[in-house]
């Protein structure tokens, strides 16, 4: 199993999955709900620095029952790489994938500003 955290201060209080090495399609109404994307990005709201650090783990397959499902889809990554970065374009991790697609759930420990963010990428490849 493979598990990455990452516990950060997010000066806008918004995060991005994207693929790594194309420009995304930022959603144009990210930050106003909880969780909005695009074919390309994924954006969702977590706690702004002011407010305290925020834990986002990307993983294979974990599941942390205490957190609610609040989007379950496909990101288009040809690249077959997956990044999770903040509103300044800096990449905190990057994924490798077995496909040109990120399977990609997200668990939230709020529905906005949340401390707590779990990533599961399905079809995350080992590494």
């Given at each position: 199993m493979t598990k990455i955290e990452v516990v950060?201060?997010?000066?806008y209080g918004i995060m991005f999955l994207h693929d790594s090495k194309e420009d995304p399609q930022v959603p144009s109404n990210a930050g106003e709900c909880s969780v909005t994307?695009?074919?390309?990005?994924?954006?969702?709201t977590v706690l702004s620095y002011v407010d305290g650090d925020a834990k986002i783990t990307l993983c294979d397959g974990c599941f942390?029952?205490?957190?609610?499902?609040?989007?379950t889809g496909k990101i288009f990554c040809p690249s077959k790489s997956l990044s999770l970065s903040d509103s300044n374009g800096f990449a905190f991790a990057s994924v490798?994938?077995?496909?040109?697609?990120?399977?990609v759930s997200l668990w939230m420990s709020e529905e906005r500003n949340?401390?707590?963010?779990?990533?599961i990428v399905h079809n995350m490849a080992t590494f």
């Open positions: 950060l201060s997010a000066e994307y695009t074919d390309t990005c994924l954006a969702f942390v029952s205490s957190l609610k499902e609040r989007f490798p994938l077995i496909e040109d697609f990120a399977q949340c401390d707590a963010v779990e990533c």
